[in-house]
């Protein structure tokens, strides 16, 4: 069973780069897509972005100028760097995975939460 | 991009009593990719259903799920106590986007 679990600041500056890392257990990288989604305190789910295990990525068009998605193959793990972060980047943020040929979300982390303040 | 609107943003209902949730897209979906989550507090969101009526595993069989193009439907038959939650549908149309989520209160 394959399991994901986000890690890394839990507080970042107003400006500065928010960055992320997943680290996938029980599985095979090459198996998903592997998405990043946020939830902002009392709010709803956004999606963020994926990328394949070949490096191809998808974003969301509002978060796009400001988010990258990589993977490293060799750790089992992808991550997620988001630049310009302000008070409106404050959320849970989550990893996921959808399988490749499905369009649902099957596998959640736990997620951590990142607040922005100086 | 596909926006998803849930209604009613909020359920009251009793135990036992049946849950109707509505997720209507601003374009046709396919029906192999609009799926329902279900969100506890202080929970990663868990998958319901999937390709609108396909059950995630472990998930009960009081919930049941239907629709097509535009309008899709999650059903509670009879809800236990345990399903008092926040529900949200999503969709895959090369992107994914959610609803707004509906929360079902006692």
């Known amino acids: 069973q394959v399991q994901v679990q986000e890690s890394g600041p839990g507080l970042v500056k107003p400006s500065e780069t928010l960055s992320l890392t997943c680290t996938v257990s029980?599985?095979?990288?090459?198996?998903?897509?592997w998405n990043w989604i946020r939830q902002s305190p009392g709010k709803g789910l956004e999606w963020i972005g994926y990328?394949?295990?070949?490096?191809?990525?998808n974003y969301n068009p509002s978060l796009k100028s400001r988010a990258t998605i990589s993977v490293d193959t060799s750790k089992n793990q992808f991550s997620l760097n988001l630049t310009s972060v302000t008070a409106a980047d404050t959320a849970v943020y989550y990893c996921a995975s959808k399988p490749l040929w499905f369009g649902h979300v099957d596998v959640w982390g736990q997620g951590t939460t990142v607040t922005v303040s100086s | 991009e596909i926006v998803l609107t849930q209604s009613p943003g909020t359920l009251s209902l009793s135990p036992g009593e049946r849950a109707t949730l509505s997720c209507r897209a601003s374009?046709?979906?396919?029906?192999?990719?609009l799926a329902w989550y279900q969100q506890r507090r202080g929970q990663p969101p868990r998958l319901l259903m999937y390709g609108t009526s396909s059950r995630a595993t472990g998930i009960p069989d009081r919930f049941s799920g239907s629709g097509s193009g535009t309008e899709f439907t999650l059903t509670i038959s009879r809800l236990e106590p345990e399903d008092f939650a926040v529900y949200y549908c999503q969709q895959y149309g090369g992107s994914l986007t959610f609803g707004g989520g509906t929360k079902v209160e006692i």
């Open positions: 374009q046709s979906v396919s029906s192999s990719f």
């Open positions: 029980g599985g095979s990288i090459s198996s998903s897509y």
């Open positions: 990328i394949s295990f070949n490096g191809n990525t």
